[in-house]
């Protein structure tokens, strides 16, 4: 994810593994840093399953949270076998929220 955003923030994070067989990850998550590196982690799935699946399919985890604004880092993240592997990572900068602009009334038409 990167780019510019405001307030409530959706991701979305495909695991796919290749190769055969099946993996068990625990504690999956989008991981989420405020610039004085406070973690603001998604709430992650504690255990779960991938198997060899085909190039356009995989589990898919999805979340939603509010984030005040800043520049945040974010990367998906998961333990294997132990060990807590990171994704790579992408940046956004969360704006204030923006409120829809009214259009201008039209004018009476005198008459």
């Given at each position: 994810m990167t780019g510019e955003h405001s307030?409530?923030?959706r991701v979305r994070l495909t695991v796919r593994?290749?190769?055969g067989g099946c993996a068990q990850l625990r504690d999956l998550t989008v991981a989420v840093?405020?610039?004085?590196?406070t973690n603001l982690d998604f709430q992650g799935v504690p255990d779960v399953?991938?198997?060899d699946l085909s190039a356009d399919s995989g589990l898919v985890y999805t979340a939603a949270q509010?984030?005040?604004?800043g520049q945040y880092t974010f990367y998906g993240a998961f333990r294997?076998?132990?060990?807590?592997?990171?994704l790579p990572t992408g940046d956004v900068t969360v704006g204030e929220p923006r409120l829809p602009v009214a259009s201008p009334l039209?004018?009476?038409t005198p008459g």
């Open positions: 307030g409530d923030l593994r290749i190769g840093r405020d610039e004085g590196g399953s991938v198997c509010h984030l005040e604004p294997y076998q132990g060990r807590w592997v990171d039209p004018s009476p």
